[in-house]
């Protein structure tokens, strides 16, 4: 099991199909639980999703390429979602042109384009339920595809059942019966082919 471009593609029309409806409210409102307004958390995600494009493009051992991407400060809110969307499908296209065996730098360990792929579904699905959530609605993630994520970014993880519910557990967005929700968590950016065993 992996992570593909075309899982992109499909975090990106979940994404799309629960904000476009709401691009005429008000996105200065905090996003979810998290300390910024959906503007500022859009941004981010099309900042982040640039950057994960950046990486595997140009694939550099041991640090991020340095840039910094902004929305105009008077884009409309349609304008940040149409940000966030277009660095998905630039990170799904530099994903599609990777090879397997290719690493680039990230701080989870160096990672592959399914790595990269998985990271981005991961901050799509989140932080656009961060941005829905914020505007009184929130998404249907694919179940099907955060469970691959979760394998792929958290292999040490005990399964559970539903895997929306299992990537927002592992990303401390939510408890659960008998999980506390998480603090302090990071995933695993590398592939599993290329991680250390402990010594025994």
Known sequence: MTVRAEDLDDALACVSAALEPVVGGDWTRPAGDLDWDCRYTAEHL???????AAQVASRPADHYVRFLAKADADASAGELLEFVLTAGR???LAVGAGQPDE??????????????AAMGCVELLLHGDDIARGLGTGIDAPRELCARVVERLFPEQEPIPDGWDALRWC????????????????WQGSP??????PPA
């Not at 099309?46 to 994960?52: A, I, K, N, R, V």
């Open 103 to 116: 690493r680039a730098y990230h701080p989870t360990g160096r990672s592959d384009p399914a790595g990269f």
């Open 171 to 186: 990303a401390g967005r939510i408890e659960l019966p008998g999980r506390p929700r998480r603090t302090g968590w990071k």
């Open 192 to 197: 599993e082919s290329d991680r250390v065993a």
């Open 90 to 92: 630039l990170l799904a």
């Open 46 to 52: 099309g900042d982040t999703l640039l950057s994960y």
